[in-house]
């Protein structure tokens, strides 16, 4: 294996990103009905070089160094039901594959929505999450997260926060 020096993770990394709203649907909200939804886009490629091999997760380092290609990619959709509640949908993926050591190739979806509304100053929310992440081709995490929250000032200078 060559020998390289200690240098930054990220070597290289282009991204893009898209944006917008349905035209359609616009001519609906002028006739009175929802708001149109708000679509994005986002996608990531590069190179990473990591001097020390590793999977966090589960807690393991190499001292192996290895270059990798990294694949991300986002998908948003939001949709305002009022003044008070919008909605969330969300899908992102993350790759990351290596050039030797394969056994850390990683591979990530995770599926979410977020549903957030006001009550009488309050923003109150429930959030869901599937993730299903994958290690060297086999499954590695599966992960179901359901999470309700609220928020807001107690007074000028206090902010609270509760969620589970």
């Known amino acids: 294996m060559m020998s390289h020096p200690n240098i930054p993770l990220l070597l290289l990394y282009l991204t893009g990103s898209i944006s917008g709203t349905s035209t359609a649907l616009a001519a ?54 009022s003044d008070t509640t919008e909605l969330s949908l969300n899908y992102d993926y993350s790759q990351n594959k290596y050039h030797e050591f394969s056994q850390v190739d990683r591979q990530t979806h995770i599926l979410g929505s977020d549903l957030a509304f006001k009550i009488r100053g309050l923003d109150s929310g429930l959030s869901g999450y599937y993730i299903n992440s994958r290690l060297d081709g086999s499954k590695f995490l599966e992960l179901y997260r359901l999470s309700p929250s609220i928020s807001g000032f107690l007074s000028k200078k206090w902010f609270a926060r509760g969620a589970y």
């Open 28 to 81: 609906e909200q002028k006739s009175g009905g929802l708001p149109a939804p708000r679509f994005s886009a986002e996608i990531g490629a590069g190179v990473e070089y990591d001097s020390n091999i590793s999977v966090e997760e589960v807690d393991r380092a190499s001292s192996e160094s290895d270059y990798a290609l990294t694949l991300d990619a986002n998908l948003e959709m939001r949709q305002d039901f």
